[in-house]
Nanobody, 125 residues
Framework: QVQLVESGGGLVQAGGSLRLSCAAS????????MGWFRQAPGKEREFVSA????????GYADSVKGRFTISRDNAKNTLYLQMNSLKPEDTAVYYC??????????????????WGQGTQVTVSS
Protein backbone atom coordinates (compact mmCIF):
# COMPACT_ATOMS: atom_id res chain seq x y z
CA GLN A 1 0.00 0.00 0.00
CA VAL A 2 1.51 3.27 -1.13
CA GLN A 3 1.34 6.02 1.47
CA LEU A 4 2.22 9.66 0.95
CA VAL A 5 2.40 12.17 3.78
CA GLU A 6 2.92 15.86 3.06
CA SER A 7 4.24 18.47 5.47
CA GLY A 8 5.54 22.02 5.41
CA GLY A 9 2.48 24.04 4.49
CA GLY A 10 1.44 27.15 6.34
CA LEU A 11 0.67 30.85 6.20
CA VAL A 12 3.20 33.16 4.57
CA GLN A 13 3.24 36.71 3.26
CA ALA A 14 3.50 37.42 -0.44
CA GLY A 15 7.12 37.19 -1.52
CA GLY A 16 7.93 34.62 1.12
CA SER A 17 9.05 31.01 0.84
CA LEU A 18 7.94 27.58 1.98
CA ARG A 19 9.36 24.11 1.52
CA LEU A 20 6.96 21.20 1.21
CA SER A 21 8.02 17.63 1.91
CA CYS A 22 6.36 14.34 1.04
CA ALA A 23 7.38 11.13 2.79
CA ALA A 24 6.60 8.05 0.71
CA SER A 25 6.33 4.42 1.75
CA UNK A 26 4.94 1.14 0.52
CA UNK A 27 7.07 0.52 -2.56
CA UNK A 28 10.48 1.33 -4.07
CA UNK A 29 10.36 5.12 -4.27
CA UNK A 30 13.23 5.46 -6.72
CA UNK A 31 11.42 3.52 -9.47
CA UNK A 32 8.63 6.06 -9.99
CA UNK A 33 8.06 9.54 -11.26
CA MET A 34 6.59 11.82 -8.60
CA GLY A 35 4.49 14.97 -8.78
CA TRP A 36 2.94 17.89 -6.97
CA PHE A 37 -0.56 19.14 -7.68
CA ARG A 38 -2.69 21.82 -6.04
CA GLN A 39 -6.34 22.66 -5.64
CA ALA A 40 -7.71 26.09 -4.81
CA PRO A 41 -11.28 26.56 -3.50
CA GLY A 42 -13.81 26.17 -6.30
CA LYS A 43 -11.19 25.06 -8.81
CA GLU A 44 -10.03 21.76 -10.23
CA ARG A 45 -6.87 20.09 -9.07
CA GLU A 46 -4.02 21.25 -11.28
CA PHE A 47 -0.50 20.16 -12.10
CA VAL A 48 2.31 22.05 -10.39
CA SER A 49 5.48 20.06 -10.95
CA ALA A 50 6.85 16.58 -11.67
CA UNK A 51 10.21 14.88 -11.48
CA UNK A 52 11.69 11.79 -13.08
CA UNK A 53 13.07 8.82 -11.18
CA UNK A 54 16.67 10.02 -11.30
CA UNK A 55 15.95 13.78 -11.24
CA UNK A 56 17.12 14.14 -14.85
CA UNK A 57 13.77 15.57 -15.97
CA UNK A 58 11.77 18.20 -14.11
CA GLY A 59 8.61 19.89 -15.32
CA TYR A 60 6.67 22.88 -14.06
CA ALA A 61 3.39 24.61 -14.70
CA ASP A 62 3.92 27.95 -16.42
CA SER A 63 2.45 29.72 -13.40
CA VAL A 64 5.24 28.52 -11.08
CA LYS A 65 8.20 28.24 -13.46
CA GLY A 66 11.21 30.12 -12.14
CA ARG A 67 9.77 30.30 -8.60
CA PHE A 68 9.28 26.66 -7.55
CA THR A 69 11.88 23.89 -7.54
CA ILE A 70 11.10 20.19 -7.26
CA SER A 71 13.63 17.70 -5.94
CA ARG A 72 13.78 14.25 -4.42
CA ASP A 73 16.01 12.23 -2.11
CA ASN A 74 15.66 8.59 -3.12
CA ALA A 75 17.71 7.44 -0.13
CA LYS A 76 15.17 9.08 2.19
CA ASN A 77 12.07 8.25 0.10
CA THR A 78 11.17 11.93 0.18
CA LEU A 79 9.91 14.43 -2.39
CA TYR A 80 10.33 18.18 -1.95
CA LEU A 81 8.90 21.38 -3.40
CA GLN A 82 10.77 24.60 -2.68
CA MET A 83 8.43 27.54 -3.25
CA ASN A 84 9.90 31.03 -3.48
CA SER A 85 8.41 34.42 -4.34
CA LEU A 86 5.01 33.17 -3.30
CA LYS A 87 1.93 34.99 -4.56
CA PRO A 88 -1.63 35.09 -3.20
CA GLU A 89 -2.73 33.08 -6.24
CA ASP A 90 -0.53 30.21 -5.03
CA THR A 91 -2.96 29.71 -2.13
CA ALA A 92 -4.26 26.14 -2.34
CA VAL A 93 -4.07 22.69 -0.85
CA TYR A 94 -0.93 21.04 -2.21
CA TYR A 95 -0.89 17.31 -2.88
CA CYS A 96 1.96 14.92 -3.38
CA UNK A 97 1.18 12.22 -5.94
CA UNK A 98 2.60 8.98 -7.29
CA UNK A 99 1.65 7.08 -10.44
CA UNK A 100 0.40 3.50 -10.43
CA UNK A 101 2.83 2.48 -13.18
CA UNK A 102 6.59 2.76 -13.17
CA UNK A 103 6.87 5.79 -15.46
CA UNK A 104 10.25 7.45 -15.63
CA UNK A 105 8.49 10.80 -15.91
CA UNK A 106 4.91 11.93 -16.30
CA UNK A 107 2.99 15.14 -15.68
CA UNK A 108 -0.37 13.76 -16.75
CA UNK A 109 -2.83 13.97 -13.87
CA UNK A 110 -4.65 10.78 -14.89
CA UNK A 111 -1.40 8.80 -14.59
CA UNK A 112 -1.30 9.58 -10.87
CA UNK A 113 -3.18 7.07 -8.72
CA UNK A 114 -1.88 7.69 -5.21
CA TRP A 115 -2.36 10.95 -3.33
CA GLY A 116 -1.38 12.36 0.01
CA GLN A 117 -3.83 14.03 2.35
CA GLY A 118 -2.73 17.49 1.25
CA THR A 119 -1.13 20.42 3.02
CA GLN A 120 -2.60 23.92 3.07
CA VAL A 121 -0.55 26.80 1.71
CA THR A 122 -1.96 30.28 2.31
CA VAL A 123 -0.25 33.37 0.91
CA SER A 124 -1.43 36.70 2.25
CA SER A 125 -1.14 39.92 0.29
Amino acid sequence: QVQLVESGGGLVQAGGSLRLSCAASGRTFSLYSMGWFRQAPGKEREFVSAISRGETTKGYADSVKGRFTISRDNAKNTLYLQMNSLKPEDTAVYYCAAPRKSYDYTRVRDDYAYWGQGTQVTVSS
